[in-house]
């Protein structure tokens, strides 16, 4: 294990003040931050250094202790002594890189001098997140309509969850805290859940909507009338108006679906009226026909 | 099907940076960002840049312009390397 000459790394005198490490220190990190030099490990290890250089002489405690016992690490009692009270100490400010950060990121040196038990831990024992989980859930279309419970097994741990009504195809949930376990008592990551909904139903969907299709009569178009049509929540009635054109739309309001996080908001039925043109008719409609032609309708 | 971004808000709590930041970012047109359940999301493929621009920022205090500048210059470093290396090749044949 060598002695770390620090000033030399930063290239500054033992008499530097504070503004002139800051100055060197801000230089030499400019050229050698790793993002700064891609694929070069020369940088990055000299960034390394720099940071420990900066890391010891930025703090005017850590700087004089250096100062003091740094040259003479190997033969000095008092520098035992100081490596027992170092025990106490706590992480001091620097760069933050961590793009590459490894367990070699601090010399043995530094070790030696100023201990695991401060700095290093404050880094290398770092609570980190666990892992976020992801799960895809398959679901029907009719199992939206209301908010319902389900048991899923995501690593082999049972998860009672709540599927929320109107949860659409594709959408992620987050169950927080129910991911990978953190490291070094980290918090745990999270669930994601995404939705895979069948539609199991004759209507097509946009988001809460629902959209159907209804072929109606000739003479119910011309003349009005009445139709039954379903819905997700049973037959309805609906009045056609007389003189009702092809691809007429009408909205059903609130018989779509229930709307994501709105209790008792739903989306709206939109039904578009296919008028059935009669292909085959029979001797006394084909008379009846003429006779309107006749009239120039 | 697997998740491919990551919110804005959970990635600056986890980063510990200001959603401003990244914002800026988006309005200096340094990063793309992306929308999913109505929610403004970084795409994992967008992330090694966003992380490299934070720690550009944070470590070096390095401004919005000066990320610009360095987004460029790095992508030229990068495309050099790569052609000397490919040259490099050449001529050991």
């Not at chain 2, 990320?67 to 050991?92: C, S």
Request: aromatic content about 10%; charged content about 30%; overall charge positive.
């Amino acid at each position: 294990m060598e002695f770390i000459d620090y000033y030399k790394v930063l290239g500054i005198g033992k008499k530097a003040s504070e503004t002139d490490i800051k100055k060197a220190y801000r230089k030499l990190a400019r050229k050698f931050h790793p993002d700064l030099n891609p694929n070069d490990t020369e940088a990055e290890k000299k960034f390394k250094q720099i940071n420990e250089a900066n890391e010891v002489l930025s703090d005017p405690e850590k700087r004089k202790k250096y100062d003091q016992y740094g040259k003479d690490w190997q033969h000095a009692e008092e520098f035992e002594k100081q490596k027992k009270a170092r025990q106490q100490e706590s992480g001091f400010g620097g760069y933050t890189y961590s793009g590459g950060q490894s367990a070699d990121d601090f010399s043995d040196f530094f070790e030696n001098m100023f201990g695991g038990g401060g700095f290093r831990s404050s880094r290398r024992s770092a609570r980190f997140r666990g892992q976020d989980f992801n799960a895809e859930l398959q679901l029907n279309l009719t199992d939206t309509l209301t908010s319902h419970k389900q048991t899923l097994t995501v690593n082999n741990k049972k998860i009672r969850i709540t599927i929320p009504a109107g949860v659409e195809h594709g959408q992620t949930i987050k169950i927080a805290g129910h991911g990978g376990q953190g490291v070094n008592n980290g918090p745990a990551g999270d669930l994601y859940i995404t939705f895979n909904i069948r539609n199991n139903t004759a209507f097509g969907r946009e988001n809460a909507d629902l959209y159907k299709s209804q072929e109606i009569p000739l003479t119910t178009a011309v003349l009005g009338g009445e139709i039954t049509i379903a819905t997700l929540s049973g037959k309805v009635k609906l009045k056609v108006k007389p003189g009702t054109a092809n691809g007429t739309k009408v909205k059903l309001k609130g018989k779509g679906l229930p709307k994501y996080k709105k209790e008792g908001q739903f989306g709206d039925f939109f039904v578009t009226y296919k008028v059935k043109i009669p292909t085959k008719l029979n001797k006394r409609q084909n008379e009846l026909f003429q006779q309107l032609q006749e009239t120039n309708l | 099907m697997e998740i491919e971004f990551t919110y804005i808000k959970d990635f600056c709590s986890s980063h510990d940076i200001e959603e401003s930041f990244i914002f800026e970012l988006h309005e200096y047109e340094l990063i793309d960002l992306g929308s999913v359940n109505n929610q403004q999301c970084i795409f994992i493929e967008e992330l090694p840049k966003v992380e490299k621009m934070v720690r550009l920022h944070r470590d070096l205090n390095i401004n919005l312009e000066g990320l610009g500048a360095i987004y460029h210059l790095l992508d030229r470093t990068i495309a050099l390397q790569n052609e000397v290396q490919l040259l490099k090749k050449r001529l050991n044949r």
